[in-house]
Structures are given as structure tokens and as C-alpha cells.
T-cell receptor, first 115, second 114 residues
């Protein structure tokens, strides 16, 4: 059974710093990995999706990398801003999955950017 | 329009009530999902509809009854819920034919069962 872990559970950094969020998964037989952002009491917003054949994806100040063999992904946020404060979740989609149906979510990292 | 709209945003109900959660999307997506999320936990998949047919039911109790009237709408009918069913209920949609399609989530319905 796939297990997805995100450490640390919470992180506080001063505004303007670059930071890295981590995601580890136990089964490397994945088809893709997504990073989501969730504001308190709200739904999830998909930030980046990395296909298993890719090593990284970039969107603005965000860069996500994937190392399937080691079961790791990182989300790099450059020049952090208070508006980046949210919970960040990663989710992996297994090879046997047709679509998004069986995504396994990580437990999330609650990020606070201190002005 | 890249939105998934959920109503109501908040719902308080007694254990004997019957209520429904609604979800709507106009992105032409043919897969729609219900997730349940407890505080500080990741979302848990409940149901998946693909082309208006129920394709996944994650052994959810029968007091939760999903319905997909058409490709744009998804309902979740609630009856005789328990206090432990209190949670954020999230609807999502995607295109089912590609494995690398992003999930689009609604803002959720915060449900409290008294």
C-alpha cells in the first residue's frame, strides 16, 4: 500500500526566503505526482503536475522535482511571500490508475511566511 | 470558467435530518469526485463518477448516497448521519481519458452533525 509522507508538518520562514517542501512515497510505481495548495477551510488548488517520465516542472516561483527511484519529490518556492502561507499537499497517482481516481495524498506541510 | 462550485458552504444538521450537497462544473469534465476531509488530515476519496456512471465507491456507509444527474452536476445525499461524519466535503472534477489531468476542487461544504 502506497504511503506518502511530508516532513515537516509545519514550517515558518521569513518573507523573501527561498524554501523547499518535501514529499516521500514508498512505492515508486507511480504515474504522476501533483502538488496542491490548500487555504484553511477551502478546497485544494493544483499547483504542478509531474509525469513519471519528467524530472521537474516549473510555474512562476514554483519548481517541483521528482526522483522516482528514491521515492522523493520537492517543491521549491522562490522569494516567499505572505500570500504563500497555506498547507501544501502532494499526491501520487499509481500506474494501475486510469485517471485521478486513486490518488494517495500526503499529510501536508503547513507553511507560514512571516512578514 | 475553471471553477467547481459547491453549495452550501456551511451546513449544520441533526442526526435525523436529510440534506443534500451540490456540486457543479462547466469545464466539460467527465469525471467527478467526492472527498471527505477531517481537520488537519488529507482528503479521503469517497466516490468517483466517470461519464455519469459510478466507477468507484470506497466502501462508504449507505447514509451517504451520491447522484450524478448529468455531466455537470454531482450531488451527495445525506441521511441519518453521525457526529463523526462532521468534516469538510470536497467535490472535484477532471477529464478521465488522460492520466495526467489536473484535479479541480471546489471550496467545499463544511458539515457539522449535531
Amino acid at each position: 500500500k502506497q504511503e506518502v509522507t511530508q516532513i515537516p508538518a509545519a514550517l515558518s520562514v521569513p518573507e523573501g526566503e527561498n524554501l523547499v517542501l518535501n514529499c516521500s512515497f514508498t512505492d515508486s510505481a507511480i504515474y504522476n505526482l501533483q502538488w496542491f495548495r490548500q487555504d484553511p477551510g477551502k478546497g485544494l488548488t493544483s499547483l504542478l503536475l509531474i509525469q513519471s517520465s519528467q524530472r521537474e516542472q516549473t510555474s512562476g516561483r514554483l519548481n517541483a522535482s521528482l526522483d522516482k527511484s528514491s521515492g522523493r519529490s520537492t517543491l521549491y518556492i522562490a522569494a516567499s511571500q505572505p500570500g504563500d502561507s497555506a498547507t501544501y499537499l502532494c499526491a501520487v497517482g499509481p500506474i494501475s490508475n486510469f485517471g485521478n481516481e486513486k490518488l494517495t495524498f500526503g499529510t501536508g506541510t503547513r507553511l507560514t511566511i512571516i512578514p | 470558467d475553471t471553477e467547481v462550485t459547491q453549495t452550501p458552504k456551511h451546513l449544520v444538521m441533526g442526526m435525523t435530518n436529510k440534506k443534500s450537497l451540490k456540486c457543479e462544473q462547466h469545464m466539460g469534465h467527465r469525471a467527478m469526485y467526492w472527498y471527505k476531509q477531517k481537520a488537519k488530515k488529507p482528503p479521503e476519496l469517497m466516490f468517483v463518477y466517470s461519464y455519469e456512471k459510478l466507477s468507484i465507491n470506497e466502501s462508504v456507509p449507505s447514509r451517504f448516497s451520491p447522484e450524478c444527474p448529468n455531466s455537470s452536476l454531482l450531488n451527495l445525499h445525506l441521511h441519518a448521519l453521525q457526529p463523526e461524519d462532521s468534516a469538510l466535503y470536497l467535490c472535484a472534477s477532471s477529464q478521465p481519458q488522460g492520466r495526467n489531468e489536473k484535479l479541480f476542487f471546489g471550496s467545499g461544504t463544511q458539515l457539522s452533525v449535531l
